[in-house]
């Protein structure tokens, strides 16, 4: 079975930086990171495909980067700037074909989380 591992996840004070990873079991077409804050829904954040295409969700565009290492077969999420809303639980996604955005609502695997809290 596909598996996806996050971690990096941490409490950093507001304005500060955290980098985010994700290492997959093997190539996906698409993948992204999805984040989920308490009392909220799941909402995707940003997403890279398999040419290096990305898409970001506007509250983050600026100050989120998204990015991939292939041979690694890991992702990445440089998170800067970082305000109390960020605060959620962030998880990793992927998906062999279809649409590759921040909105797709359907993804194949999940990895099990990392917590960002923001203070």
């Known amino acids: 079975h596909v598996q996806l591992v996050e971690s990096g996840g941490g409490l950093v004070q507001a304005g500060g930086s955290l980098r985010l990873s994700c290492a997959a079991s093997?190539?996906?077409?698409?993948m992204a990171w999805l984040r989920q804050a308490p009392g909220k829904e799941r909402e995707g954040i940003a997403s890279?495909?398999?040419?290096?295409?990305?898409s970001y969700v506007d509250s983050v565009k600026g100050r989120f980067t998204i990015s991939k290492d292939n041979a690694k077969n890991t992702l990445y999420l440089q998170m800067n700037s970082l305000k109390p809303e960020d605060t959620a639980m962030y998880y990793c996604?992927?998906?062999?074909?279809?649409?590759?955005?921040?909105?797709?609502?359907?993804?194949?695997?999940w990895g099990q989380g990392t917590q960002v809290t923001v203070s």
């Open positions: 890279v495909d398999s040419i290096g295409r990305t």
């Open positions: 093997g190539y996906h077409y698409c």
């Open positions: 996604a992927a998906a062999p074909g279809g649409g590759c955005y921040t909105g797709r609502r359907q993804w194949n695997y």
